[in-house]
């Protein structure tokens, strides 16, 4: 069975900085692309970045929805078997509840996690 758990959120000033953890288990994770879906409160599902595993050199293809890119920074950690999101110079727009999901770019079927509550707000 796929698990995935979210941790990391807060509530946080604009222009600030956060960085979302997530830890998978359930599945070969060396061999997925993995990544972060989000919907705020009213609104739906929306994919926020996606990683994909780690090719045989270099490293591994980054994907962002464009309202984030340049703010963003997805990153995997095979060896913890974790995948990482960190925002920065966040903005209110930016708050929703952050899931974590096993599934290619672009895509919001995937199995996900619980969710971890950010809130940007003075």
């Known amino acids: 069975e796929v698990q995935l758990v979210e941790s990391g959120g807060a509530l946080v000033q604009p222009g600030g900085s956060l960085n979302l953890s997530c830890v998978a288990s359930?599945?070969?994770?060396?061999?997925?692309?993995v990544g972060w879906l989000r919907q705020a409160p009213g609104k739906g599902l929306e994919w926020v970045s996606t990683?994909?595993?780690?090719?045989?050199?270099?490293?591994?293809?980054?994907y962002y929805v464009d309202s984030v890119k340049g703010r963003f920074t997805i990153s995997r950690d095979n060896a913890k078997n974790s995948v990482y999101l960190q925002l920065d110079n966040l903005k209110p727009e930016d708050s929703a509840m952050y899931f974590c999901?096993?599934?290619?770019?672009?895509?919001?079927?995937?199995?996900r996690g619980q969710g971890t509550q950010v809130t940007v707000s003075s």
């Open positions: 990683i994909s595993p780690l090719p045989r050199f270099g490293p591994a293809f980054t």
């Open positions: 999901t096993k599934s290619p770019a672009r895509n919001i079927r995937g199995p």
């Open positions: 359930g599945f070969p994770f060396d061999d997925f692309a």
